[in-house]
């Protein structure tokens, strides 16, 4: 709001500082070079802001930007409709924004955003686009691009093709390749997309491509929000996400005349994180190794504890909390 960590709502709720402090902390501690022109310009294309609250939100897929949306749209008129493209008045990175007005709001507004730990985040954005039914629009795009990633990068994508080109192969790696083939060529909503075909997706486009060509869904909080670059003055933990979310709430209402009824539900941690183990407990060391090093920077800034080795426990929580 002014200054870094002074924000009233970090006296009132001193874990907010706490979190500030570990954040700050690590981020003079990491060992990368930051371009922090560079990180601020990409991120001001998922900060959005609301002049009447005086409030700017780096909103991160799969992690309560459903629901802050909503709540968004209550605040500024019961008539406004709560679709995300209308919630907000106007992204920062919106081309008519002068600079003068972009560096004002950044520096005088409540700046927020919800982090979650990685692992979850992956689990959600999986199921939410492949499994919880499969989103057409995901499987569409995504589908036969996981399937040439994980087995076809090598092979032509044909049936015809690939016997001519590779009869040195034994009948059995024939099999399995043709089957993948013609996976490509079933109907998209008939076929499914497992979670280690999935998760060998996202290694293989960040080894490919770097991480900001990931998904928004699953590409980490750090390099959607830019902690390190933009000065946030509050950093809600997804596990606290109903209470962390009200008091900010209550405090952007005050002195604002607004009848909005604004109410969080309770989130269940424990089914959340017993899912996301549940899903990770098949998945080989060597992948949550690769997961873990490009989710690094999620893992040390918002202070997410990692046992690599653990056989049980994969998405454990907040060591602040």
Same mark, same amino acid.
């Given at each position: 709001?002014?200054?870094?960590?002074?924000?009233?709502l970090?006296?009132?709720?001193?874990?907010?500082?706490?979190?500030?402090?570990?954040?700050?902390?690590?981020?003079?501690?990491?060992?990368?070079?930051?371009?922090?022109?560079?990180?601020?310009?990409?991120?001001?294309?998922?900060?959005?802001?609301?002049?009447?609250?005086?409030?700017?939100?780096?909103?991160?897929?799969?992690?309560s930007?459903?629901?802050?949306?909503?709540?968004?749209?209550?605040?500024?008129?019961?008539?406004?409709?709560t679709?995300?493209?209308?919630?907000?008045?106007?992204?920062?990175?919106?081309?008519f924004?002068?600079?003068?007005?972009?560096?004002?709001?950044?520096?005088?507004?409540?700046?927020?955003?919800?982090?979650?730990?990685?692992?979850?985040? &992956?689990?959600?954005g $999986?199921?939410? +686009?492949?499994?919880?039914p499969?989103?057409?629009? /995901?499987m @569409?795009?995504?589908? =036969?691009?996981?399937?040439?990633?994980?087995?076809?990068?090598?092979?032509?994508?044909?049936?015809?093709?690939?016997?001519?080109?590779?009869?040195?192969?034994?009948?059995?790696?024939?099999?399995?390749?043709?089957?993948?083939?013609?996976?490509?060529?079933?109907?998209?909503?008939?076929?499914?997309?497992?979670?280690?075909?999935?998760?060998?997706?996202v290694?293989?486009?960040?080894d490919?491509?770097?991480?900001?060509?990931l998904?928004?869904?699953?590409?980490?909080?750090s390099?959607?929000?830019?902690?390190?670059?933009?000065?946030?003055?509050?950093?809600?933990?997804?596990?606290?996400?109903?209470?962390?979310?009200? &008091?900010?709430?209550? $405090?952007?209402? +005050?002195?604002?005349?607004?009848?909005?009824?604004? /109410?969080? @539900?309770?989130?269940? =941690?424990?089914?959340?994180?017993?899912?996301?183990?549940?899903?990770?407990?098949?998945i080989?060391?060597?992948?949550r190794?690769?997961?873990?090093?490009?989710?690094?920077?999620?893992?040390?800034?918002?202070?997410?504890?990692?046992?690599?080795?653990?056989?049980?426990?994969?998405?454990?929580?907040?060591?602040?909390?």
């Amino acid at each position: 709001m002014t200054e870094k960590g002074t924000h009233p709502l970090t006296q009132v709720y001193p874990k907010f500082l706490e979190r500030l402090e570990i954040l700050n902390k690590t981020c003079q501690e990491l060992p990368e070079k930051i371009d922090y022109k560079l990180v601020l310009d990409s991120s001001l294309y998922f900060i959005h802001f609301n002049d009447d609250f005086e409030v700017i939100n780096c909103l991160v897929p799969k992690a309560s930007s459903d629901t802050w949306t909503i709540q968004f749209a209550k605040m500024i008129g019961p008539n406004v409709p709560t679709s995300m493209d209308l919630v907000y008045n106007i992204t920062l990175s919106n081309h008519f924004v002068p600079l003068r007005e972009i560096a004002h709001r950044i520096q005088t507004y409540t700046k927020f955003f919800v982090h979650r730990h990685p692992f979850e985040r &992956l689990v959600s954005g $999986y199921c939410n +686009k492949f499994v919880d039914p499969p989103r057409y629009e /995901y499987m @569409n795009r995504y589908a =036969k691009a996981i399937i040439i990633s994980n087995y076809l990068k090598k092979y032509p994508h044909d049936r015809r093709s690939f016997e001519i080109e590779y009869t040195h192969l034994s009948d059995s790696e024939k099999q399995d390749i043709l089957k993948q083939i013609d996976r490509l060529g079933s109907v998209q909503e008939k076929f499914g997309i497992t979670f280690i075909e999935f998760l060998n997706y996202v290694i293989n486009t960040v080894d490919e491509s770097g991480i900001y060509n990931l998904d928004i869904h699953w590409m980490p909080v750090s390099s959607i929000c830019n902690p390190c670059a933009v000065h946030y003055d509050i950093m809600i933990e997804h596990d606290y996400v109903s209470e962390e979310s009200q &008091l900010l709430v209550d $405090y952007l209402q +005050k002195n604002k005349a607004t009848n909005a009824h604004l /109410y969080f @539900n309770k989130f269940e =941690k424990k089914a959340t994180r017993d899912k996301c183990n549940q899903y990770f407990s098949d998945i080989p060391l060597n992948v949550r190794r690769r997961l873990y090093e490009i989710f690094r920077n999620d893992f040390i800034l918002f202070d997410y504890k990692y046992d690599l080795e653990s056989k049980d426990y994969f998405c454990e929580e907040n060591t602040n909390n």
